[in-house]
């Protein structure tokens, strides 16, 4: 088991940034790979980023890329995701998850992730 608790959130204009975070406790966190997900308001939950145990490997959602880094610090058992260049659209509560099935990927299918935070607000005005 493995608790996840995120942070950071909050409320910006559009073009600037912010970074959440997500720390975790319990099991060992880098036994898992992390995931960043959001779900705006009557939309479903989508993926946004996710990195592998080790950092070695990340992903991200095509409308994030470029604007969105998803890092992980395994001696502080947090991961994080920073946020530039906000727009009105990235408006959305922020979820981070943890994946122990497939540790060594960095997936966008929210099905491999068994643990959730109870998600960050991230509001961005324009």
């Known amino acids: 088991q493995v608790q996840l608790v995120e942070s950071g959130g909050g409320q910006v204009q559009a073009g600037g940034s912010l970074r959440l975070s997500c720390a975790a406790s319990g099991r060992t966190f880098s036994s898992y790979a992390m995931g960043w997900f959001r779900q705006a308001s009557g939309k479903t939950r989508e993926f946004v980023a996710a990195?592998?145990?080790?950092?070695?490997?990340?992903y991200y959602a095509n409308s994030v890329k470029g604007r969105f880094t998803i890092s992980r610090d395994n001696a502080k058992n947090t991961v994080y995701l920073q946020m530039n260049s906000l727009k009105p659209e990235d408006t959305a509560v922020y979820y981070c998850a943890a994946n122990p099935k497939r540790y060594y990927t960095a997936s966008s299918n929210d099905r491999e992730y068994d643990y959730w935070g109870q998600g960050t607000q991230v509001t961005v005005s324009s």
């Open positions: 990195i592998s145990w080790s950092g070695g490997t990340t």
